[in-house]
C-alpha cells in the first residue's frame, strides 16, 4: 500500500518514502542501535558491552540499564521523530504504511509510538517482484 516509508534496522537504520504514484522520493541514514553500542563502549573509559533486550524502564537504575535504555529508547525516539517529519514533508493525502525490517527491527519498533509493520522478508520479496517483471 502507498505511500510507505520503509525502515531497515541493522548495523546503519535507513528510512526510505516511497510516494503514493510508487516513486522512490529519498530517504536518511542514521547509526544503528549496534553503532551507537561500539561507540559508547570503544569510546568511554568505563561502559562495558551490553546484551540488547527491552529495558525494564525508560529510567534506568544502574549503568547497564540506563545504557539499554538510551540505545533502545534512543533509537526508538530517533526513528519517531524521523517518521514524524517524512509524513509532513510527504505531503500525501493519507498517512504512509510504515514497514520495518533489518535485525533490530522487531527488537526496536515495538518501543516506537508509530504503528510499524514487521516484515522480515521485504528484501526477498521485493527481489522477487523485480525478477518477474524482469522475466
Request: hydrophobic share 45%; net charge negative; with cysteine.
Amino acid at each position: 500500500s502507498l505511500p510507505a516509508v520503509i525502515i531497515d534496522i541493522g548495523t546503519a537504520a535507513t528510512v526510505t518514502a516511497v510516494n503514493g504514484r510508487g516513486a522512490y522520493i529519498g530517504g536518511c541514514i542514521l547509526p544503528g542501535p549496534d553503532t551507537a553500542m561500539q561507540g559508547l563502549k570503544d569510546r568511554t573509559a568505563l561502559l562495558p558491552a551490553i546484551d540488547y533486550g527491552t529495558p525494564a524502564r525508560v529510567v534506568g537504575k544502574d549503568t547497564v540499564g540506563a545504557m539499554l535504555s538510551g540505545i533502545m529508547y534512543g533509537s526508538a525516539g530517533a526513528l519517531d521523530g524521523i517518521l514524524d517529519r517524512f509524513t509532513e514533508e510527504m505531503g500525501e493525502d493519507r498517512a504512509p504504511v510504515i514497514l520495518a525490517t533489518g535485525g533490530m527491527g522487531r527488537i526496536i519498533t515495538p518501543l516506537c509510538r508509530h504503528e510499524i509493520l514487521i516484515d522480515d522478508n521485504l528484501l526477498l520479496r521485493g527481489l522477487g517482484l523485480i525478477w518477474r517483471e524482469n522475466q
